[in-house]
Structure formats: structure tokens, C-alpha cells
């Protein structure tokens, strides 16, 4: 342990100026929200590990792991951003790539694989971007799993895009979304804009957090594109499916955990409104990678059940 945390130390970045007012519901003094902020990763499609290149950076999302609903809490936001982690090498001109089940060589994720900078840092600096990289530790496992977490790499991580940044706020006049929600992640997100027209496509899903006690869950599954339907101005169809962080409802389900998507024979419809447009498709979930229940999201949803684990 002593080893990795002497390996990570001097673990922020910071080479892109900040976004001059982003449009954020309070403010974010530079500085705020100390605390260690730890991340799930959510890997891209991609041929790795590359035997030819161990250094090779993997492609991922990067959800908050957890958020809080306290506003005395350093983890009161919602956050997921699309990045790179890169290994950190261990050894004079020596690299190992980082052991993740990486897709589509992987079908399924299976276990919970998380990012940990050791130090405290700024999460107002993060959504500033004051900060755009951290170093830190890779784990198989977190306080969530059934299982003893277990590090496996020493990584590097650049914030490319910060995707889906929402404040949390604990004030129980917030109103609960009336139906189940999802915000949805491409497994291999478009190329320049150009998004698949057919085939079976998959995605992670977050379960959208808005209002206490709520949940915090991750899911992944695959949607047929063949069988997704438009009514309205459908001429960017696809380009909306694909659009990172973009929010589904579920008809018929309200949102609460137990009605909560979960692995099943049997697909879903979800429903995507846009300004111009209705598209709703079927979604396959295929797995369960994350869930815990709010505000403090520290219990742990089983089935429709949870676990306490104080």
C-alpha cells in the first residue's frame, strides 16, 4: 500500500484553462468540496491490452463513486466524464497495461473496477476544470462489493469531456422524477459524429439522481437498433441515441429502487424525447455493475432488497 501511494503522489493536473461561468447552481470557489473523490470506471469498446504497446491508454467514462446528497458532504454532485487512463510506469522504461475486462473481447464488466487519486483534492477544481488530471490507484472492488477490494495498477487519467455534472440538492421540497430514469452512455460512442445505423449496440446506463432519498445505480445493456422507432423530425435519429448523458424514461415504472432496472429475458422499452422528436426503443439489460441506495449512498441494493453494511 505504502508503495502505490509513494508511486501517485503530485496526482493533479491541471492544462486546461478553466470554463469561464460554466452554468452551475451554486457556486464553486476554487478549492471546495476537499475530499477523496473516488471514480467507476465504464470502458470503451477497444483492442486492448495491445501486447505491442503496454502503455496504451483505455478509453472509459468515469462515474462519481458515490455521491452524496449532504450539503456538509464533499460528494453532493451527480458526475460522469468521458477520459483516458493511461499506466504509470513501475519500472525504468517498463509499463504493464491495466487489467480491466475490456470490451467486446469482454462481454460483461462482472466485477466493479474503480479509480482512486489517494489525496484529497478539489471537486469544485474538477468541475472548473482547474483540474483535468488525477493519478492513482485501480482497484477490482470498492466499499460496495461483496468482495475485499484488491489494487491491480497504477494509472494516470485525463478528463476529456465533462459529461454529466448534477448538484444534489438535500432540500426535500426537490421533487422526485415521476417516472424511472436514465441517463445512457455509448459502449462505443460515435466517430466523429457519425453514429451506427443498425445492429446491436451497447450502452451504460445511471440511473438519474434528483431527489432524496433516491439511488445511485449503473446497469449495461444492449439496444437493436433495427427495432427503435421516431415519430416527429427524425433525421438525427441515431445521432440522439448516441448522444453521451442523454436521458430515457421508462414508461409504466416508477422511480423507485424496486422497480429499478435489473437483468432480464425480457427487453424494456425506453422512451427518449428530444425537442423535435419521440424515439423509443428496446433496451436489454445485460448486467447490474453498481448500486447503492441515498442520501448517503453507502447502503447496498440487493435485488429488492439492500444490505447494511455498519
Same mark, same amino acid.
Given at each position: 500500500k505504502q508503495?502505490?501511494?509513494?508511486r501517485?503522489r503530485g ?8 470554463i ?6 451554486? #457556486?464553486?470557489p476554487?478549492?471546495?468540496r476537499?475530499?477523496? @473523490?473516488?471514480?467507476?470506471?465504464l ?9 505491442n ?5 483505455? /478509453? ?5 463513486h458515490v455521491?452524496? !446528497?449532504?450539503?456538509?458532504?464533499? @460528494?453532493?454532485?451527480?458526475i460522469?466524464?468521458?477520459?483516458? =487512463?493511461?499506466?504509470i510506469m513501475?519500472a ?6 491495466? *487489467?480491466?475486462p /475490456? ?5 460483461l ?5 474503480t479509480?482512486t487519486p489517494?489525496?484529497?483534492? +478539489? ?5 472548473m476544470?482547474?483540474? $483535468? ?7 477490482n472492488?470498492? !466499499?460496495d ?6 489494487a ?5 487519467v ?5 459529461t454529466?455534472? =448534477?448538484?444534489l440538492n438535500?432540500s ?5 422524477? #415521476? ?7 455509448p459502449?462505443?460512442?460515435a ?6 445505423? $443498425?445492429? =446491436?449496440?451497447n450502452?451504460? !446506463?445511471? @440511473?438519474?439522481? *434528483? ?8 446497469? @449495461?445493456?444492449? =439496444?437493436?437498433l +433495427?427495432?427503435?422507432?421516431?415519430? %416527429?423530425?427524425?433525421s438525427? !435519429?441515431?445521432?440522439?441515441?448516441f448522444?453521451? %448523458?442523454?436521458?430515457? $424514461? ?15 429475458t425480457n427487453?424494456? +422499452?425506453?422512451?427518449l424525447t428530444?425537442?423535435s422528436s419521440?424515439?423509443t426503443c ?6 447490474q455493475?453498481h ?20
Open positions: 508503495w502505490y501511494q509513494r501517485v496526482s493533479v493536473s491541471t492544462q486546461i484553462p478553466p469561464p461561468n460554466p452554468p452551475y447552481p451554486v #457556486p464553486l476554487s478549492g471546495g476537499q475530499g477523496v @473523490h473516488g471514480w467507476l470506471i470502458p470503451w469498446e477497444q483492442s486492448l491490452p495491445d501486447p504497446d503496454p502503455s496504451a491508454p483505455a /478509453y472509459a467514462w468515469f462515474s462519481h455521491p452524496e !446528497f449532504w450539503t456538509d458532504s464533499p @460528494h453532493d454532485w451527480q460522469i466524464f468521458q477520459g483516458e =487512463i493511461t499506466p513501475v525504468e522504461n517498463d509499463s504493464l497495461p491495466i *487489467r480491466l /475490456y470490451p467486446p473481447q469482454s462481454p464488466l462482472v466485477d466493479e473496477f479509480f489517494p489525496p484529497n483534492f +478539489s471537486l469544485n477544481d474538477l468541475l476544470r482547474r483540474i $483535468t488530471g488525477l493519478k492513482g490507484v485501480v482497484y472492488g470498492s !466499499f462489493t461483496p468482495y475485499e477490494r484488491y491491480i495498477s497504477l494509472g494516470s485525463n478528463i476529456s469531456q465533462l454529466t455534472a =448534477i448538484y438535500q426535500l421540497s426537490i421533487p422526485s422524477y #415521476p417516472v424511472l430514469s436514465y441517463y445512457s452512455y459502449r462505443a460512442p466517430v466523429n459524429g457519425i453514429a451506427p445505423t $443498425t445492429g =446491436i449496440q450502452f451504460y !446506463f445511471a @440511473h438519474s439522481i *434528483r431527489a432524496r432519498p433516491d439511488f445511485d445505480q449503473i446497469i @449495461h445493456g444492449e =439496444i437493436n +433495427s427495432q427503435c422507432q421516431c415519430s %416527429g423530425e427524425c438525427k !435519429f441515431y445521432q440522439s441515441i448522444t453521451p %448523458g442523454i436521458q430515457w $424514461t421508462i414508461p409504466g415504472l416508477q422511480n423507485v429502487v424496486e422497480d429499478r432496472l435489473l437483468p432480464n427487453p424494456v +422499452s425506453i422512451l428530444t425537442p419521440s424515439i428496446k433496451l436489454m439489460v445485460l448486467e455493475i448500486c447503492v441506495l441515498g442520501p448517503s449512498f453507502f447502503d447496498i441494493c440487493v435485488d429488492n432488497l439492500f444490505v447494511n453494511f455498519n
